[in-house]
């Protein structure tokens, strides 16, 4: 048999490309403007995000005298950034190829350019302005629309309170609508709940330009600190580009003993979930503990395609990267 032809051309077009490159000039000129200092991080690292959502792309590496090691690339460059601001470098941003496995789709590549930038002393009303100004320069145009998580569920869903609505709510939404979903237990309020907001909501966002959502429940924190009045809520925002997300931000969280909480408590749900617990990031840790916490600071992580795509019009991923995955 012959072989396959083989996919050598680029899915990209030269068009696509050279506005890519002008929005990377455009990114760089933004934060040098603002004195944020672009860094490089680690593709090869011993510690691996433990979320339960992410999955981490393995690597094997030969050290001379050591001999091999499983290495891992980079969900994200958060935790090296954050080792940064640990150590006293002020503000400083990433923007380069992170990776996450089994994450193939029209709005997803295995390995994508991320964006990811902190500000020292900023909060969480500071580092969405800043988002919405770096939005509305690089896209020129979007004026943004500010709801809080419940805002959002009581005008797009009809539940007016997605902090206590019952399991029951949620799939009363989905199945008056006609969406039926298999494979989730009845009592995963938390499942039933973000359902909602993927299946329901973020489709009735295409409508609008930038939409920035903020205040989600705790359960949903990552590594956000909570609200220091409401404890229920996360100091946590994601924007939306015509209901595609963007970005996700927090007000970050400071505790050196809450990070190793919630890391343990990730790597037990993974394994709970029949997934492999993951080596924890021990720099990170110690940076946090010799530090006394992480300094007043929050951060962003933008999908640098996906801009892209917001500023050319794609409707997939594949068009705004040269050489995809399948191609790569």
């Known amino acids: 048999m012959s072989p396959a032809p083989s996919d050598w051309r680029p899915s990209a077009s030269l068009e696509t490309l050279k506005k890519r490159a002008q929005l990377l000039e455009a990114v760089r000129a933004f934060f040098s403007t603002r004195g944020v200092l672009e860094v490089e991080t680690p593709l090869l690292s011993a510690a691996a995000a433990p979320d339960v959502h992410l999955d981490s792309v393995p690597a094997r590496l030969h050290r001379p005298g050591i001999g091999e090691e499983t290495r891992w690339l980079p969900t994200s460059p958060e935790y090296p950034l954050k080792r940064l601001l640990c150590a006293g470098y002020g503000d400083v941003y990433a923007l380069g190829k992170v990776f996450r496995d089994g994450d193939e789709s029209r709005r997803h590549q295995p390995e994508f350019t991320l964006l990811e930038w902190y500000r020292l002393d ?170 006394g916490g992480l300094p007043p600071a929050s951060g962003v992580a933008l999908g640098f395609d996906r801009l892209v795509m917001a500023a050319t019009g794609a409707a997939c991923i594949d068009a705004v990267i040269a050489f995809p995955v399948p191609r790569a």
Do not use: C
Request: aromatic content about 12%; charged content about 25%.
């Open 122 to 291: 900023y909060d969480l009303p500071q580092i969405m302005a800043e988002t919405a100004e770096l939005l509305q320069h690089l896209l020129q145009r979007g004026v943004p629309d500010f709801f809080t998580f419940d805002e959002l569920f009581a005008r797009f869903a009809g539940i007016q309170d997605p902090f206590s609505a019952p399991a029951e709510a949620f799939r009363a939404v989905l199945a008056d609508r006609g969406i039926d979903i298999a494979g989730v237990a009845p009592h995963e309020r938390g499942l039933w709940r973000q359902l909602v907001l993927t299946e329901v909501i973020e489709p009735q966002l295409a409508a609008r330009e930038l939409v920035f959502v903020y205040g989600y429940p705790a359960q949903e924190a990552a590594l956000a600190a909570l609200h220091p009045h409401d404890p229920h809520r996360a100091l946590r925002f994601e924007v939306y580009w015509h209901g595609m997300e963007l970005a996700n931000g927090y007000e970050e969280l400071r505790d050196a003993k809450i990070y190793r909480q919630r890391f343990e408590q990730w790597n037990a749900a993974r394994a709970a979930a029949g997934k492999r617990p993951m080596p924890l990031d021990t720099h990170l840790l110690a940076a946090l503990e010799a530090s």
